[in-house]
């Protein structure tokens, strides 16, 4: 593979509604879309959208680490052997250490230029066989007002698993909750962002328990969770795995349930498939969600979820507000369920890139 050219794009816009964790909603969301062009014409396109108060690294990191990448140095990447993640490795040793939006954007953009040119499935490509179908789970943002109605709104829609933001005045949102499970035919998760206290973990971990949620998301630090009341729901890692901790002793030290993986913070798939590997190995279940990415990034997480997801959870990649930022992908509604054959459909890279300039 010869690429002629390397381009990026760069992305903005308001909110309908506010994103992010309950402490610190965005208003904004902004990133940086990838282009790569090999000198066949064939366009692979990749997103880096690190989210503020989240993400490890930022649109300027991101903007100056893929601004140095050449062609020449891409082209190196590919050895014959047809081993795409060997080829990732090699295309990340062209970026800055510790760069995980950018690192997901190469390669992002790199296999959906290899699946164009090879006429191939990503699942192909990675070599992992794709699970028949994966359902998704919808978020409710952290304001509450008019969560209920918004819940019964996203169950209409389909969607039978939501999950809702907790903040340090949890007390609204477990209130919440409590209303929905009452109502039945939902099931619900949690997300605390690491925002309780110990007196808080004392009061709500129980109660959380007893509306039997699926599980509840950092709701500390994990050094804490051997502390926590016996009585409490599964718990899961998420902002955690980002920290570059070894996951085994990690796993073992926090009894943890569930590993949520997002490959924008993460560094993308090379990165997942690792982490979820080690996490099954052990009887750890995964959940593939996403950082408000826009629609670049939710395809390639669709992808991933598709070869890792555990199937008794529904993936987090119901579309969601921080798409609005983005311009809108044709032919492409609110999917309810993921599968093998509906993961690519709808993004034409070439046309979308055109559509970015717009």
């Excluded at 090879?118 to 952290?142: I, K, Y």
């Excluded at 709701?219 to 899961?236: D, G, I, K, T």
């Amino acid at each position: 593979m010869k690429l002629q050219d390397i381009a990026l794009r760069e992305v903005s816009g308001p909110l309908p509604r506010p994103i992010g964790s309950a402490e610190a909603p965005e208003q904004r969301r902004a990133g940086l879309v990838l282009r790569l062009r090999d000198t066949e014409g064939n366009v692979g396109l990749g997103e880096a959208s690190p989210l503020p108060g989240f993400s490890s690294d930022s649109i300027a990191s991101c903007r100056a680490a893929l601004a140095g990448l050449t062609p020449r140095a891409l082209d190196g990447c590919f050895d014959g052997t047809g081993d795409l993640l060997r080829s990732f490795a090699r295309a990340r040793a062209s970026l800055p250490p510790r760069a995980p939006a950018a690192a997901f954007a190469l390669e992002t953009a790199l296999l959906d230029l290899a699946c164009r040119r090879e006429r191939r499935s990503p699942f192909e490509l990675l070599r992992r066989p794709a699970l028949p179908g994966v359902e998704l789970n919808a978020v409710l943002d952290g304001t509450l007002a008019g969560a209920d109605e918004r819940a019964l709104e996203l169950a209409r829609q389909g969607y039978g698993t939501l999950k809702l933001k907790l903040g340090r005045r949890w007390e609204p949102a477990l209130d919440t909750l409590t209303r929905l499970c009452e109502r039945g035919g939902l099931r619900l998760r949690a997300d605390a962002n690491r925002s309780l206290d110990a007196e808080a973990l004392c009061l709500a971990l129980p109660r959380l328990a007893d509306l039997g949620i699926e599980f509840l998301e950092e709701p500390c630090v994990p050094e804490l969770w051997a502390a926590l009341p016996r009585r409490r729901p599964r718990l899961a890692l998420d902002e955690t795995l980002g920290t570059g901790r070894e996951l085994s002793s990690l796993l073992r030290r926090a009894h943890a349930d569930v590993l949520v993986l997002k490959p924008m913070a993460l560094g993308g798939f090379s990165e997942c498939l690792r982490l979820a590997d080690t996490a099954q190995a052990m009887g750890c279940a995964v959940v593939v969600t996403h950082l408000f990415d826009g629609p670049i990034a939710l395809a390639a997480a669709s992808v991933l979820a598709c070869v890792v997801q555990s199937p008794e959870f529904a993936a987090g990649l119901a579309p969601h507000e921080g798409l609005a930022a983005w311009p809108a992908v044709s032919g492409v509604g609110r999917p309810v369920r993921l599968g093998p054959d509906s993961v690519r459909e709808g993004i034409s890279a070439s046309e979308y890139w055109e559509q970015l300039g717009d």
